[in-house]
């Protein structure tokens, strides 16, 4: 093997292979042995769906040539065919068929100890099959295949040497005998693929018992033993073990599961990259600009860096250069299209391909700083608004929410929602709300209680599936209304934030008047708005909720307003520094659905010292009994080094946990990261078990010395976000 111009390489020496065909034999034998019926040659034409009593879609029976099979549940693992599939239930499946082929080389001469290599700068892999090798990869030039016939499920592709060369060539330069070497046979067959490299699984939100086991991105072998246990727990207890969000279905908002273009042009890219480096702050140029909030253009204009989350174009930083526009998909100049020539937005990112500090650091830094010392706006537009209403709602409210939230009507309440075992499937903020006299997505028309849910939009699909799929469990006659597209969100937090606000807005910005945690509808430069003394950056500050129409006069108005006081624009990049160095949290970064409040530090979500039942209730007060197994820790470094999640956590020499989210606080000047540690002997992590050990984190094999701290370094008397600086 040619190692000449490699620096170094990472060696599994587990690795290994086996015989598909084999490994599928085996696990039918064993199904059936268990009382599984295996029915082969059995076409499915038809999936019955009925319509219950709360007007809930669910599964009622598989068609077939054979017959009908009457089953509340059924699981789509059809690969290629799993979109017609889905089309007969009215499922969307997001995955695309493509021509995925391998070769297979004549016998080489002392290859037998060779390990499997995957080269990712030749995007190729060589695996080891007897005393040959087969080769493939993963080309920027993939043959789609939009026709996908019933008929082909035994059937290969003839292969196109001209897509598939460059695989050869990369072969050749890491095992230079290939070019001597003849190939004995070829392999080239449909294969299914998604828009971002993972499987599809979970229950589709448009059918309850409408399962997904598929687009598995040629890795169906490698993870196939692992997905399917999940799934059955998924199946029988309506969750699975372990955090599969990356996997659900639900991570995908359902405008683009139905998207071709989406589809198709993330699927390409994925693909393409498959072998890539993939870097803390990647983007995809696929797609994009999918789904625009009100301001986008003004943002754009003043060189906002745009990252995509759930099809949304959401602000990352402000670029002082000027408009880096996201340009259309240009396939990296497959196919021969044109390339995007002097596009400046992937330049910019090309330069953030690192593993150290980003070259626009410094732009970030400024942005917090401003934030911290007078004022910033934050466009959060893209969050998920939702509105929980009906008879039932009050008591829905008191289920599904950790906290309680049947506070006053004004109030609002930062709260989890948790599974059956005390695992947060999300943190959000619910605000009581009075009836509207309009269908106005600000003051929407119902009767009885009302709730406005505020949730973070990269998970606003998963929230939604989980709110409805909670109602339904429970028999619970509500209404959730989505006004995510009707309305804008503008964020406005910093020391001068009131003395900015309080020139637009028509009501007193007082701490008295207005304190924090509540909202008031008000009118903010003429403009009716939900004004919402709220902060996810530990600063003093309001947000406005404000219907679509008017958002672009009230941002202008806050703009013009602040120019005295030196407001500048700020993103998530931002927004990802400062919400560390406060020590809030982010879902599915240092809060999953594996993790419990009790674990998270967000024992005050939850309403234990009352006596209402919630969801996870019951989870809870047992752990609580037990005394904690693990628990989440603030580390700070005094090296200026950046650290992105995933490293090391070590107590007195021995391992205990890694970092789930890392960022660089500007205001104390550290670096900071969440990770939780376990005790080595499996005890209680008490307090004193934190305070007592001393703490290293590890990166990229440099140890450094940590502080471990309870609570949030920045602001620890919580006194900022309530206007006492």
Same mark, same amino acid.
């Given at each position: 093997?040619?190692?000449?111009?490699?620096?170094?390489?990472?060696?599994? %020496?587990?690795?290994?292979?086996?015989?598909?065909?084999?490994?599928?034999?085996?696990?039918?034998?064993?199904?059936?042995?268990?009382?599984?019926?295996?029915?082969?040659?059995?076409?499915?034409?038809?999936?019955?769906?009925?319509?219950?009593?709360?007007?809930?879609?669910?599964?009622?029976?598989?068609?077939?040539?054979?017959?009908?099979?009457?089953?509340?549940?059924?699981?789509?693992?059809?690969?290629?065919?799993?979109?017609?599939?889905?089309?007969?239930?009215?499922?969307?499946?997001?995955?695309?068929?493509?021509?995925?082929?391998?070769?297979?080389?004549?016998?080489? +001469?002392?290859?037998?100890?060779?390990?499997?290599?995957?080269?990712?700068?030749?995007?190729?892999?060589?695996?080891?099959?007897?005393?040959?090798?087969?080769?493939?990869?993963?080309?920027?030039?993939?043959? #789609?295949?939009?026709?996908?016939?019933?008929?082909?499920?035994?059937?290969? #592709?003839?292969?196109?040497?001209?897509?598939?060369?460059?695989?050869?060539?990369?072969?050749?330069?890491?095992?230079?005998?290939?070019?001597?070497?003849?190939?004995?046979?070829?392999?080239?067959?449909?294969?299914?693929?998604?828009?971002?490299?993972?499987?599809?699984?979970?229950?589709?939100?448009?059918?309850?018992?409408?399962?997904?086991?598929?687009?598995?991105?040629?890795?169906?072998?490698?993870?196939?033993?692992?997905?399917?246990?999940? &799934?059955?727990?998924?199946?029988? !207890?309506?969750? *699975?073990?372990?955090?599969?969000?990356?996997?659900?279905?639900?991570?995908?908002?359902?405008?683009?599961?139905?998207?071709?273009?989406?589809?198709?042009?993330?699927? !390409?890219?994925?693909?393409?990259?498959?072998?890539?480096?993939?870097?803390?702050?990647?983007?995809?140029?696929?797609?994009?600009?999918?789904?625009?909030?009100?301001?986008?253009?003004?943002?754009?204009?003043?060189?906002?860096?745009?990252?995509?989350?759930?099809?949304?174009?959401?602000?990352?930083?402000?670029? %002082?250069?000027? %408009?880096?526009?996201?340009? $259309?998909?240009?396939?990296?100049?497959?196919?021969?299209?044109?390339?995007?020539?002097?596009?400046?937005?992937?330049?910019?990112?090309?330069?953030?391909?690192?593993?150290?500090?980003? %070259?626009?650091?410094?732009?970030?830094?400024?942005?917090?700083?401003?934030?911290?010392?007078?004022?910033?706006?934050?466009?959060?537009?893209?969050?998920?608004?939702?509105?929980?209403?009906?008879? $039932?709602?009050?008591?829905?409210?008191?289920?599904?929410?950790?906290?309680?939230?049947?506070?006053?009507?004004?109030?609002?309440?930062?709260?989890?929602?948790?599974?059956?075992?005390?695992?947060?499937?999300?943190?959000?903020?619910?605000?009581?709300?009075?009836?509207?006299?309009? !269908?106005?997505?600000?003051?929407?028309?119902?009767?009885?209680?009302?709730?406005?849910?505020?949730?973070?939009?990269?998970?606003? +699909? +998963?929230?939604?599936?989980?709110?409805?799929?909670?109602?339904?469990?429970?028999?619970?006659?509500?209404?959730?209304?989505? !006004?995510?597209?009707?309305?804008?969100?503008?964020?406005?937090?910093?020391?001068?934030?009131?003395?900015?606000?309080?020139?637009?807005?028509?009501?007193?910005?007082?701490?008295? =008047?207005?304190?924090?945690?509540?909202?008031?509808?008000?009118?903010?430069?003429?403009?009716?708005?939900?004004?919402?003394?709220?902060?996810?950056?530990?600063?003093?500050?309001?947000?406005?909720?404000?219907?679509?129409?008017?958002?672009?006069?009230?941002?202008?108005?806050?703009?013009?307003?602040?120019?005295?006081?030196?407001?500048?624009?700020?993103?998530?990049?931002?927004?990802?520094?400062?919400?560390?160095?406060?020590?809030?949290?982010?879902?599915?970064?240092?809060?999953?659905?594996?993790?419990?409040?009790?674990?998270?530090? &967000?024992?005050?979500?939850?309403?234990?010292?009352?006596?209402?039942? #919630?969801?996870?209730?019951?989870?809870?007060?047992?752990?609580?009994?037990?005394?904690?197994?693990?628990?989440?820790?603030?580390?700070?470094?005094?090296?200026?080094? *950046?650290?992105?999640?995933?490293?090391?956590?070590?107590?007195?020499?021995?391992?205990?946990?890694?970092?789930?989210?890392?960022?660089?606080?500007?205001?104390?000047?550290?670096?900071?990261?969440?990770?939780?540690?376990?005790?080595?002997?499996?005890?209680?992590?008490?307090?004193? #078990?934190?305070?007592?050990?001393?703490?290293?984190?590890?990166?990229?094999?440099?140890?450094?010395?940590?502080?471990?701290?309870?609570? =949030?370094?920045?602001?620890?008397?919580?006194?900022?976000?309530?206007?006492?600086?």
């Amino acid at each position: 093997m040619n190692v000449d111009d490699l620096y170094g390489t990472l060696y599994v %020496p587990k690795d290994g292979t086996m015989d598909p065909a084999g490994t599928c034999t085996t696990l039918t034998r064993a199904a059936a042995a268990k009382g599984a019926t295996v029915i082969e040659n059995c076409p499915v034409t038809g999936v019955q769906v009925h319509t219950d009593d709360l007007g809930v879609k669910r599964v009622k029976a598989v068609e077939t040539d054979h017959g009908t099979i009457q089953t509340p549940c059924i699981v789509n693992c059809a690969g290629v065919w799993a979109a017609k599939l889905g089309e007969m239930a009215g499922v969307n499946v997001p995955l695309i068929a493509m021509h995925h082929a391998y070769v297979v080389t004549e016998r080489i +001469q002392g290859i037998q100890n060779m390990p499997n290599v995957r080269d990712h700068d030749a995007s190729v892999y060589l695996r080891l099959q007897g005393d040959a090798l087969s080769v493939g990869g993963y080309e920027e030039n993939p043959i #789609f295949w939009d026709e996908v016939s019933e008929k082909f499920a035994f059937s290969l #592709f003839d292969l196109d040497w001209d897509v598939f060369m460059q695989h050869i060539e990369g072969a050749i330069n890491r095992v230079p005998a290939l070019e001597q070497t003849g190939i004995k046979s070829t392999v080239c067959g449909p294969e299914s693929f998604t828009a971002d490299h993972k499987p599809l699984m979970g229950e589709a939100p448009e059918v309850r018992g409408y399962f997904l086991g598929c687009g598995f991105n040629s890795a169906g072998m490698m993870l196939g033993g692992g997905c399917g246990k999940e &799934l059955a727990h998924w199946i029988i !207890h309506g969750r *699975p073990e372990k955090d599969m969000y990356g996997y659900d279905i639900r991570r995908f908002h359902h405008s683009l599961t139905n998207n071709n273009r989406w589809i198709r042009e993330r699927s !390409h890219e994925s693909y393409a990259k498959n072998y890539s480096v993939v870097f803390p702050f990647d983007e995809p140029l696929a797609s994009r600009n999918m789904r625009k909030d009100p301001i986008h253009k003004l943002l754009l204009d003043q060189g906002c860096v745009f990252q995509e989350r759930h099809g949304w174009e959401r602000p990352g930083w402000f670029n %002082p250069d000027g %408009p880096a526009p996201v340009l $259309d998909y240009d396939y990296y100049g497959a196919y021969g299209l044109p390339k995007n020539e002097n596009y400046k937005y992937n330049d910019l990112l090309d330069k953030e391909y690192t593993f150290s500090f980003p %070259p626009h650091h410094h732009v970030i830094k400024k942005e917090c700083l401003t934030c911290r010392n007078a004022v910033a706006v934050f466009d959060m537009s893209y969050f998920g608004k939702f509105y929980l209403v009906g008879p $039932d709602s009050k008591k829905a409210a008191d289920w599904l929410f950790s906290a309680d939230v049947n506070k006053g009507v004004g109030s609002t309440v930062y709260t989890c929602m948790l599974n059956k075992k005390g695992g947060v499937e999300s943190d959000l903020t619910v605000s009581r709300i009075e009836p509207g006299s309009t !269908h106005s997505p600000l003051t929407p028309k119902f009767e009885g209680d009302g709730y406005y849910l505020a949730i973070g939009g990269g998970v606003a +699909q +998963q929230n939604w599936c989980h709110i409805q799929t909670v109602l339904q469990n429970e028999g619970l006659r509500c209404q959730l209304l989505d !006004h995510s597209e009707d309305m804008g969100m503008v964020s406005i937090q910093g020391p001068r934030s009131r003395d900015l606000l309080q020139e637009l807005l028509d009501t007193d910005l007082s701490n008295e =008047s207005f304190p924090f945690s509540t909202h008031k509808l008000v009118k903010a430069a003429g403009h009716e708005v939900r004004a919402m003394r709220l902060s996810f950056v530990g600063e003093m500050g309001w947000e406005l909720h404000v219907p679509r129409d008017s958002c672009v006069p009230v941002y202008q108005a806050v703009m013009a307003a602040g120019a005295k006081y030196g407001i500048c624009n700020a993103g998530y990049r931002a927004i990802d520094s400062l919400s560390i160095e406060k020590g809030y949290r982010h879902w599915h970064a240092d809060l999953r659905p594996d993790d419990t409040p009790l674990e998270a530090g &967000l024992a005050f979500t939850c309403k234990l010292k009352s006596s209402i039942p #919630f969801l996870g209730r019951e989870a809870l007060e047992a752990q609580r009994k037990r005394g904690l197994r693990r628990r989440i820790v603030c580390f700070t470094i005094d090296e200026k080094v *950046p650290m992105f999640g995933l490293e090391a956590i070590f107590r007195n020499g021995q391992p205990v946990g890694h970092l789930r989210r890392s960022e660089y606080g500007f205001a104390i000047d550290k670096t900071i990261g969440y990770g939780y540690i376990r005790n080595p002997d499996g005890g209680v992590v008490s307090p004193d #078990f934190v305070r007592s050990g001393k703490f290293t984190l590890e990166r990229m094999g440099v140890v450094y010395e940590a502080t471990a701290h309870l609570k =949030s370094p920045f602001d620890a008397e919580n006194k900022r976000v309530k206007g006492i600086y």
